[in-house]
């Protein structure tokens, strides 16, 4: 078979999967959910950054404590108006020493208020000077780019400069894989049943696997990768694997096989079996 038949093969089995998996009702239990509450791109985007940055740990806890974030900033007393943009309005209207004090006992794992407190103000000085996070990352993007990484590594130099926020938003120049940063992308910029939205102008084909360790075992057994290590290398590599399958959207699976293990009527295992049955039919 040729590898061209491989790929178009490969390609339709996902598809399967894609359109069995990639719906509304398997959403929950996962962070992407609050994106819901928030029509406007103009919002979502700021709700779809803080949630991603908390997306680490036990898929209940993140809930839990994203949902309280919003809380917080919904039901502000500092904040006005707050008919249309509650979100932007907290964040650009409020003072920080306001903003500090309503988050200051916030804590979530190796999470620590303070960091917290520097994400919100980072955000703000992007909204403060381009309006939208969308406008930094479309001034960030060049024609020249065939990935999202070099906006990905502007906006966290930008987000960051002269802040502590711990380990809200991941360095792409320090080699990490940056799953958080490419799982709030990936929200922003893809359009489907799952995928909100609100970025149209940045094509998803510049998107990168958000990788974590199931898509770095599906990208081994994929033949993706050989790495061990699951780090931007690898993440790119494995975004390049799927890109050979779907160049105009290499981030489309990532949804669906990772419901997978976080589902609790979905296992791994179950997963792991159908990659083996696509893997033996395009040897075969």
Known sequence: MTTKGR???LREQLDIIYGTYNKREYIHPDPLEFLDNYPDPGERE????IAASLAYGRVDQILKHVGRVF???NNSVHAF???SYPLNAYLTQNKNEDIAYDFKDFKYRFTKGEHFICLLFGIKDILIHFGSLKNFFLNAVSKEDETILPAMARFTQKITSGKNTGNLIADPEKGSACKRNNLF?????RKDDVDPGGWGEISPSMLIVPLDTHMHHVGRILGFTRRKQADMKTALEVTKGF???CPEDPVKYDFCLTRFGIRPDMDFHNLK????????????
């Open 185 to 189: 992308l990936r929200w922003m910029v």
């Open 243 to 245: 890109k050979e399958i």
């Open 81 to 83: 108006p707050l008919e």
């Open 273 to 284: 079996t159908i990659i083996d049955d696509l893997v033996k039919t395009q040897v075969a």
């Open 7 to 9: 790929s178009d093969l």
């Open 71 to 73: 809380e917080i900033m």
């Open 46 to 49: 700021i709700a779809a950054v």
